[in-house]
């Protein structure tokens, strides 16, 4: 069954460095999206990307965020200078067509010291 | 903007009975109802979804009910079994662009 794949699956960083999450969403998919989950806290929604632009992106998805589709299979999340409060659970989501139908990787989880 | 509200936050059910969550959502244009399961270090897997032209839907031993005049949905889970044990999660959303407001998740424990 075709799936979201992530990596990495875990990733130790310090305050104030960059951190690039990637994701390779189901091949015939055509929107992308990255959700976060602070331990303990609700899934929540930070952007939403298609046709290589950001489609809609939440507060949080503030400057030190970035996405981009380099080539056709990955779809990377870059946050250029890691909080401690990045904390967290970031989970990839692609969808065929925009019914709202997300199918979610296992998830990267970030964890800044 | 959307706000999701979830009850209870942990519910412990007997193998067998039945289990129910709740959610209430604010936005009354809110179209697509969502459920998903997350097992312990994997992502949310959706297992039934609803939209706003139907009050109920089924598949085998999962069930989701829709009121649109209270703002309210609910996840039916029957003859519960052990595997079923996870956090589930409800979420709306105001389009069909995929972004999905969560509520916070119930913990559900099936107990043999």
């Known amino acids: 069954e075709p799936e979201v794949t992530q990596t990495p699956s875990h990733q130790v960083t310090q305050m104030g460095q960059e951190v690039i999450l990637r994701c390779v969403p189901i091949?015939?998919?055509?929107?992308f999206y990255w959700y976060r989950q602070i331990l303990g806290q609700k899934v929540e929604f930070l952007v939403s990307?298609?046709?290589?632009?950001?489609?809609?992106k939440s507060e949080i998805f503030d400057d030190q965020f970035s996405v981009e589709r380099p080539d056709g299979s990955n779809f990377t999340l870059k946050i250029r200078s890691t909080k401690l409060e990045d904390s967290a659970m970031y989970f990839c989501?692609?969808?065929?067509?925009?019914?709202?139908?997300?199918?979610f990787g296992e998830g990267s989880r970030l964890t800044v010291l | 903007g959307e706000n999701v509200e979830q009850h209870p936050s942990t519910l412990s059910v007997q193998e067998g009975d039945s289990a129910v969550i709740k959610c209430t959502y604010s936005?009354?244009?809110?179209?697509?109802f969502p459920w998903y399961k997350q097992e312990l270090g994997k992502g949310p897997q959706l297992i039934i979804d609803?939209?706003?032209?139907?009050g109920e839907k089924k598949d085998q031993r999962i069930a989701v009910t829709l009121n649109k005049t209270a703002k309210h949905f609910s996840l039916h889970i029957t003859e519960t079994q052990p595997e079923d044990s996870a956090v589930y999660f409800c979420?709306?959303?105001?389009?069909?662009?995929?972004?999905?407001?969560f509520g916070a998740g119930t913990q559900v424990v099936v107990t043999p």
């Open positions: 989501a692609s969808t065929v067509g925009n019914t709202g139908e997300l199918f």
């Open positions: 091949s015939n998919h055509l929107y």
């Open positions: 990307f298609y046709n290589n632009e950001i489609s809609e």
């Open positions: 936005d009354s244009a809110s179209n697509y």
């Open positions: 609803i939209r706003s032209n139907v």
């Open positions: 979420a709306a959303s105001t389009d069909s662009w995929g972004k999905l407001q």
